[in-house]
């Protein structure tokens, strides 16, 4: 087209938003979409389910290592993965984008298209409403919504001594990829691409859910930091076998050999891939694999262990480190 | 106390983000608040009323014009406002916020203490959720929940030939107080601190769904600009008489002079009061004043018109200008 080059200020605000409105199917729960002061969803059984995540540029995203389309997929990705840690199912989000008046506006299309991509991926939730403003950084700023369908949300405050611990989807493949991508590999695009998008395992929040599971969250800070959150939460202790984490290491083997590393630091301490992490009274369902064991905490109070031990290693992300 | 000043990279995201929920009461409607991956809320009716604004320093606030308790009143005020232009009760709130690491804890707090206030003023709403990351500017990202409690929601689009236009709260104040400030001036602080933090009309936003009006919006970009949104959304013509105009005149009057301007420029095209703009089939309810009517559309489509003409003055807010 031949206004593929131009920039947000030539096209205007209203006009660029016009742009990533046209043509977005909503689901049916969305009564009002985009348009107006407000939108307005349906909460079927009387309560929603809310989450928020905001991503700063060159915090949280590269422009010259992700896409406008993966930036997009990563910020829809991340927020989802929390309404699957209560258990839920993602029905709708809203997105505020910061962006500068001389961004190309085919950059914030295809920062569009991520997201609802990923919105799709997540459960066919829609984008119902959002607010676009100028800002010398790309801010994109999330928050998502879900539905119960009736249950109690699952919450880090349940866990109880004799549960097993499990989990689903990718660990350490962010960190892996984050790694690769800073000391300039191209190797092991998988990795890569997943530090740029992460997959979460959309559906087990659910499934945890209904196998009964007592406590849940994502691993977004590094597992051992969030299984720590459960642990605090719960008033228990967590024992992770690092065992049972082999695969998850031979996962990343191949990056960890390229770097010279022990893959096992980014499987513990690496978050941002929004794997869940779960407690379960029982076996986990399909889907989840065991990692440890829920017991009574000890003399000092609620932990983790690897092994027996308290992890030394990198343990998580902390902002304004 | 000994820590104030602390900066966010002394204090730590998780240190800071226990800080700012400490001791805040939520409202009953909060199933589960802040602490765990995602918030709950009810929605009696079974529907959920959303809205999100962001505020990017430097482009919506300055630091050295706002203090952080005004930036979050403001931050507040702008989302709430959205809620009551559907004819909504304002219910519950998340944040996301962006800081620089050197940024000094007590800020924040400020920050937090002004979205708290206004979230109070809004109607006794809860913050629920947020969201603490590193930005090497100010970032205050704000979803906004309602509940229309039965009703159906009033959207921009409902207007119809024969309605009275009427409006509640202040037109312009916003506009001169930013002129003033930017003119280093210290008179007229009323409409300077009505610039920082904008009162809107709360409460009447739902008086008017209950007074059967058929079109709403807040006075977000200015007046005619959304007039302009309700005129196009609803197909008509809205005529404003500038004679009605007259008190919100007055109430700028001194500002005007000091800086040598034609208030009106102010009431017609100034944004950020967060004004109530509504059309209804009869009279207005207490509180609201008449400024126009509702016509059959002009041969070149929907329209807003001053006293029978196209106004040429300034007509509202481009995010990319």
Redesign the interface.
């Given at each position: 087209m031949t206004d593929d080059n131009q920039?947000?200020?030539e096209v205007?605000?209203?006009a660029?938003i016009d742009r990533l409105v046209a043509g977005r199917r909503q689901p049916d729960s969305v009564?009002?979409g985009p348009?107006?002061?407000?939108?307005?969803?349906?909460?079927?059984?009387?309560?929603?389910?809310?989450?928020?995540?905001?991503?700063?540029q060159d915090?949280?995203f590269r422009r010259d290592w992700s896409t406008p389309h993966e930036i997009g997929r990563k910020a829809i990705a991340q927020n989802a993965?929390?309404?699957e840690?209560?258990g839920?199912r993602t029905t709708?989000f809203?997105?505020?984008?910061?962006a500068a008046?001389d961004t190309p506006a085919r950059d914030l299309q295809q920062l569009s298209d991520g997201l609802w991509d990923e919105a799709e991926r997540a459960g066919a939730a829609g984008i119902?409403?959002?607010?676009?403003?100028?800002?010398?950084?790309w801010?994109v700023?999330v928050?998502?919504?879900?539905d119960?369908a009736g249950r109690a949300?699952v919450?880090?405050?349940g866990a109880q001594a004799g549960d097993i611990v499990a989990v689903a989807g990718h660990l350490g493949s962010s960190a892996a990829g984050f790694e690769l991508h800073r000391a300039g590999l191209i190797d092991c695009e998988d990795l890569r691409r997943r530090h740029r998008a992460p997959e979460p395992p959309y559906g087990q929040g659910k499934a945890a859910a209904l196998a009964g599971a007592t406590a849940?969250?994502?691993v977004s800070d590094g597992l051992l930091a969030d299984l720590g959150h459960i642990a605090a939460?719960s008033g228990v202790r967590i024992e992770v076998t690092s065992a049972a984490l082999g695969p998850d290491r031979e996962a990343l083997a191949g990056a960890a050999e390229r770097l010279g590393v022990d893959p096992l630091g980014w499987v513990l301490g690496g978050g941002e891939d929004h794997a869940l992490a779960a407690c379960f009274p029982g076996a986990p369902p399909a889907g989840w694999r065991v990692i440890g064991t829920v017991s009574e905490p000890g003399p000092a109070g609620p932990d983790v262990l690897v092994d027996g031990r308290r992890w030394t290693g990198s343990a998580g992300w902390?902002?304004?480190?």
């Open positions: 920039t947000l200020r205007g605000e209203f660029v009564l009002i348009g107006d002061d407000a939108a307005v969803i349906t909460a079927p059984d009387g309560r929603v389910v809310i989450s928020t995540d905001m991503l700063v915090r949280h993965a929390d309404i840690a209560m839920a709708a809203v997105v505020g984008l910061g008046a119902v409403g959002g607010d676009l403003v100028s800002s010398p950084l801010v700023s928050t998502v919504f879900g119960l949300a919450t880090r405050g849940m969250t994502d939460a902390e902002s304004f480190n």
